[in-house]
């Protein structure tokens, strides 16, 4: 930037020394010698203020919302394991910037965009990072239920009522937890997907609905049916962290094996 005021400096000193020898040396009279000089003056100017400065905003606006993802854990192994994803979420993210959308806000209402790859990564991830990683979600769920039950339905049903920004919801220390162990789980979860043993699973799940039961009653049908106006959000919530507790007590081989059927069934 300054190199080029200095350049654009020195022409026009040059261009104004050109015209002052012009007007003392030939019949070119002052007026004359003003639009000379002034012309190039006010079509730099027009050039600047229409494109180059423009165009200058626009880069410097792509490369904030690159360096934001790149510096965030989770997003910043999309780089290279899920380039066309980077690439939308590096769009998008640059597009709300230039609305004037704070940054670290538009980031967190990127995180809805990871659901399918998270899903696809729990169905493939080793069962200490999908335990972990869940682990740590339903301690969001835990500090969402105590800000407002509210959002911690929002949270788990996105679908039924739209998500949540976690970024400006949740601590940042929870926050910062909660992308460590997606990243964990980003770099835990090559292909194939994992086995799935799925009697164990049904036998896992029995148990623990049967446990559940006994504090909930039937109430724990809602969990089957979020979209249903008539369901209790607020005890919806405590179910499904009485729901996913349980199923986090298990040995972590039968609670990953579970976690990955239920994935499985929610996808049918």
């Not at 002052?20 to 012309?39: A, E, M, P, S």
């Not at 493939?124 to 239920?145: C, F, K, P, W």
């Amino acid at each position: 930037m300054n190199s080029l005021l200095v350049i654009t400096l020195a022409a026009f000193a040059l261009l104004a020394l050109i015209v002052i020898v012009l007007i003392k040396n030939t019949r070119l009279r002052l007026w004359q010698g003003l639009i000379i000089f002034l012309l190039p003056l006010i079509v730099a100017n027009l050039l600047w203020f229409s494109w180059v400065a423009p165009q200058r905003l626009q880069a410097a606006q792509r490369e904030q919302a690159v360096s934001q993802l790149t510096k965030m854990p989770g997003f910043r192994v999309l780089q290279t394991q899920e380039p066309t994803l980077w690439l939308l979420l590096t769009q998008e993210l640059t597009r709300r910037i230039r609305a004037g959308e704070p940054a670290d806000k538009a980031t967190g209402e990127l995180r809805g965009w990871l659901i399918e790859v998270v899903n696809q990564r729990l169905m493939r991830g080793t069962d200490a990072a999908v335990v972990h990683y869940i682990s740590v979600s339903v301690e969001e769920m835990q500090a969402l239920n105590q800000i407002d039950p509210g959002l911690c339905f929002r949270y788990l049903y996105p679908q039924v009522s739209g998500g949540i920004n976690l970024q400006t919801t949740l601590s940042p220390a929870l926050n910062r937890r909660e992308a460590e162990a997606m990243e964990q789980l980003l770099l835990n979860s090559p292909p194939p997907e994992q086995p799935l043993d799925k009697t164990q699973a049904q036998d896992d799940l029995q148990k623990i609905t049967g446990q559940l039961y006994q504090k909930w009653g039937d109430r724990l049908q809602q969990l089957n049916m979020p979209a249903d106006t008539a369901v209790d959000r607020s005890s919806l919530c405590a179910m499904s962290i009485d729901l996913y507790s349980a199923i986090l007590a298990l040995p972590d081989k039968r609670a990953a094996n579970l976690l990955r059927r239920m994935i499985a069934l929610s996808g049918q």
